[in-house]
């Protein structure tokens, strides 16, 4: 309609001040409204056009773009998108439209970190656009990626503990100007393995349909703790893999004046490397070692040490009818919720708020 009032209108050699083009339009139009606009400009006429839609950013040239600063004065900011702020952060999967945007962009492992913290925090993403990993081990590309990103002020990163130890925690986080948060858990979810708030969840909602009538707080404890203690071997498996990992693939460097000669010695070298450390009585003792710190603690650090998403996921499994898909994502949904309800938040999970809404 814009359009064919600006053709009928006939406009030439004008300025025009052209404030949401995006309202009213789904987002297929969205993306055609420049390419209508450049059409109209062909005439000698210049548009300056206000919108939060991603769509019509992502289709101007990128030169053109200025973002207004929204302090007193209020400064119309050309975007360089050749900054290195730009690109590194685009490099980690943030969009230019979400730069622009965000309060904050905060990076995490896994897809449910946005959405838990969501529950705990409603108003979290008008501050913050929360870009997930999907779950998968950041590649030693990534993780430069973030050491370098974590220098920007509105850039924070989140990153699941997995088999860090307190000293790595500390180190990393000390390193990265205070940006960089590790969870003290495996990962979010074992912050909802409280058993008063599932036991009020199991308790008070109707749709929540029980296998197992629990009467007490102390019978879901019970369940989650022997739940986790089937997952002892798997917690053991996970640090013996670091171990291993850590012992036989480490950083090499390629002599490029002797490409070919420097690629077989490394081989020879690492070869030996591996036969010592995969030698049986060094594993059997390896393995000893591991288990030993794993038992000597679990009494006490199971709750840190176990995949917190299995535990859940197999609590529905035994005791919720219905499909794990659709069991376990309403479930920690509303533990959660129970959680924030009762005042009950983890500490660590109030940091982490408190680094990404300050």
């Not at 000293?167 to 590790?182: A, N, P, Q, T, V």
């Not at 009950?344 to 940091?351: A, G, M, V």
């Amino acid at each position: 309609m814009i359009n064919t009032y600006l053709e009928m209108r006939k406009f030439t050699n004008s300025i025009v001040l052209f404030d949401g083009p995006e309202l009213y339009l789904n987002a297929a139009i969205e993306t055609k409204v420049i390419s209508h606009l450049r059409e109209l400009a062909q005439h000698g006429n210049q548009f300056l056009i206000v919108t939060h839609s991603p769509e019509i950013i992502s289709s101007c040239q990128k030169e053109t773009i200025y973002r207004l600063s929204g302090g007193s004065p209020n400064i119309a900011e050309r975007i360089d998108t050749k900054a290195e702020r730009i690109t590194t952060l685009k490099a980690l999967g943030v969009t230019l439209y979400d730069q622009l945007f965000s309060l904050r962009v905060v990076y995490v492992e896994g897809d449910s970190d946005e959405e838990i913290l969501k529950n705990f925090q409603p108003d979290i993403t008008d501050r913050a656009s929360f870009i997930p990993m999907g779950g998968v081990k950041p590649s030693s590309k990534v993780v430069k990626l973030l050491n370098k990103a974590t220098q920007y002020e509105n850039f924070r990163a989140i990153r699941d503990r997995n088999t860090f130890t307190e000293s790595d925690i500390e180190g990393l986080e000390k390193d990265h100007c205070g940006r960089l948060h590790i969870w003290r858990r495996y990962h979010i979810e074992n912050y909802l393995l409280d058993a008063t708030a599932i036991f009020e969840v199991l308790k008070e909602y109707s749709g929540i349909r029980c296998r197992t009538e629990f009467k007490r707080v102390e019978e879901v404890e019970r369940e989650l703790r022997t739940i986790a203690d089937s997952l002892q071997n798997k917690v053991i498996a996970i640090r013996l893999q670091k171990e291993l990992n850590e012992k036989v693939f480490m950083h090499v460097k390629v002599n490029p004046r002797d490409i070919n000669q420097s690629l077989t010695t490394i081989s020879k070298r690492r070869l030996l490397k591996i036969r010592k450390s995969l030698d049986e009585e060094k594993l059997r003792r390896l393995t000893e070692s591991v288990t030993k710190q794993v038992e000597k603690t679990w009494d006490q650090d199971w709750i840190v040490l176990c995949p917190g998403r299995e535990i859940l996921e197999e609590f529905c499994k035994r005791h919720i009818k219905g499909k794990k898909g659709t069991t376990y994502p309403i479930l920690s949904d509303l533990v959660a919720k129970k959680i924030a309800q009762l005042n009950t938040i983890h500490e660590d999970i109030r940091n982490v708020i408190t680094l990404i809404m300050n």
